[in-house]
């Protein structure tokens, strides 16, 4: 996170390898790698592009635009929304 704060948008193999340990599973990622993809999933990094295959990763404040309402909404909104603004 320091980095991508730091340098802006990095792809997996922007991460030096410190180690010969290599990820293990099916895709045998590196640990930089599962690591970017486990803050991805915790919503902690968004995707800002692809290059061909790799996917650049950034602070979701420099990808989302500001507009964009990230609040979860409560049940009255979410059923208001699907009765009157869903489009059809």
Not at 7 to 27: W, Y
Not at 36 to 49: C, P, V
Not at 69 to 75: F, G, K, L, Q, R
Request: aromatic share 10%.
């Amino acid at each position: 996170m320091r980095r991508i704060q730091q340098e802006g948008p990095l792809r997996a193999k922007d991460f030096e390898q410190n180690s010969t340990q290599r990820g293990s599973g099916c895709r045998d990622w590196k640990p930089d790698k599962v690591t970017l993809e486990q803050l991805f999933i915790e919503g902690e990094l968004m995707l800002a592009e692809r290059i061909v295959f790799q996917k650049v990763y950034d602070l979701i404040k420099r990808v989302l635009p500001s507009c964009i309402v990230t609040t979860m909404s409560i049940a009255k909104e979410f059923e208001r929304y699907l009765i009157m603004d869903y489009p059809t």
